[in-house]
């Protein structure tokens, strides 16, 4: 099915002709011809109103900076407000009251009142619960499920087979249970081509795996977490950080892990050493092959942390002679140091997407995707320690 873009549908005012002498309205009609005039124009003046985005890209600002801007929050200088207000009421915009009561229902988290409509969970593991094996996507399901209750709705899971190989009948299950948006989980970088109703679905994407078509998307910051991952170990007195990592976790997340820490080693100091991207996590050759010839004092990692492991059967005593941080702590704090990724955070970033899509009527694949980023915290852990 071809894709399009999504579109939003603005209510018609009321239309109530006035004399050209005062506020009441006329008691004589004018002319069929002189009517349909009137309704032009106002549909005119209608469909010229600007979406926040649209002021946005006219301004050359972030819509989210309009958006606080027209809220006339402190967040945005009062040189920036009055610049967004002044060019919203020339070029006619209104605020939606619906949407904007909605909003803030949920800024104070009073619970709205449930709208009964389903939106669903898609995963493409192995078997329909082999997800839930995967902390990161169990707090993304929880935390997107709370937010959707919040918002009204009602997030269930919905499998799509092994790899997405089951992905045209999901859909056309979902188009005859009436469900019209739904949050797509990460997938296997070699996932099979998912055939969803593209074109008549509302779908946000979290994390970076999926490519198959530009969505919105929530995601971790993961070129935040390893700058402040890095610039933590520094502050321990660490020298000649490492990272070392499976080469398919990087590509996952558009390489932004190795972005990060490259960038990272500028930034922060220290001896740069060139960061190693292992093929296969069954062997640690490799690895110790890199370790003996870099000779780290501290390694960066991600789940499921091998060049841990593989420190410690090597006889290297952690954090003594070198320490190790990992980028997704999970459920392991008090265990290892690193960053605390805030995966319910995503979710319900991704739910919020979703709903404000759904809540516009914006069904299909977006004109200006977007993603929303959230940031990680560090976790002090046995792992790191200070070095003199």
């Known amino acids: 099915m071809t894709p399009k873009k999504n579109s939003g549908h603005r209510a018609h005012h009321s239309r109530r002709q006035k004399s050209k002498t005062g506020g009441t309205p006329s008691k004589k009609r004018s002319g069929g011809a002189g009517r349909t005039a009137v309704r032009k124009a106002e549909a005119g003046a209608i469909a010229r109103a600007p979406t926040v985005r649209e002021l946005a890209a006219q301004l050359g600002i972030s819509h989210t900076t309009v958006a606080f801007a027209l809220r006339n929050s402190a967040r945005v200088s009062v040189e920036t407000r009055k610049l967004v207000q002044t060019a919203a009421h020339k070029a006619g915009y209104q605020k939606n009251p619906l949407v904007n009561a909605l909003m803030a229902q949920v800024r104070q988290r009073h619970r709205l009142k449930p709208t009964g409509e389903v939106v669903a969970f898609l995963t493409s593991f192995s078997t329909e619960d082999d997800w839930r094996r995967h902390p990161s996507h169990v707090q993304q399901f929880e935390g997107a499920r709370e937010r959707a209750r919040l918002l009204g709705f009602d997030l269930q899971p919905v499998w799509l087979g092994r790899r997405g190989e089951q992905s045209r009948r999901a859909a056309q299950i979902l188009a005859a249970r009436g469900v019209r948006g739904s949050v797509l989980a990460p997938v296997d970088i070699d996932h099979r081509t ?195």
């Not at 991952?229 to 490492?242: F, L, S, T």
């Open 194 to 388: 998912l055939e969803l109703d593209w074109s008549g679905h509302a779908v946000v994407a979290t994390g970076y795996s999926f490519r198959q078509v530009s969505l919105h998307r929530a995601a971790n910051h993961n070129i935040s977490l390893v700058f402040s991952c890095y610039a933590h170990m520094r502050k321990m007195g660490c020298e000649r950080i490492g990272m070392a990592m499976l080469e398919q976790d990087n590509e996952r997340v558009w390489h932004f892990w190795l972005t990060g820490f490259l960038g990272a080693q500028r930034v922060h100091g220290g001896e740069r050493i060139e960061p190693l991207l292992f093929t296969d996590y069954t062997d640690p050759t490799a690895f110790h092959r890199w370790f003996a010839r870099r000779k780290p004092d501290a390694v960066i990692g991600i789940w499921l942390d091998l060049p841990l492991t593989w420190m410690r059967e090597r006889g290297v005593r952690v954090p003594e002679e070198v320490g190790y941080a990992t980028l997704d702590v999970g459920d392991r704090v008090g265990q290892i140091a690193g960053m605390q990724q805030d995966h319910r955070g995503v979710g319900a970033a991704a739910m919020d997407l979703l709903a404000s899509q759904l809540f516009r009527n914006e069904i299909g694949i977006p004109q200006t995707p977007t993603v929303t980023m959230i940031e990680g915290t560090w976790v002090d852990g046995p792992t790191v320690a200070r070095r003199e």
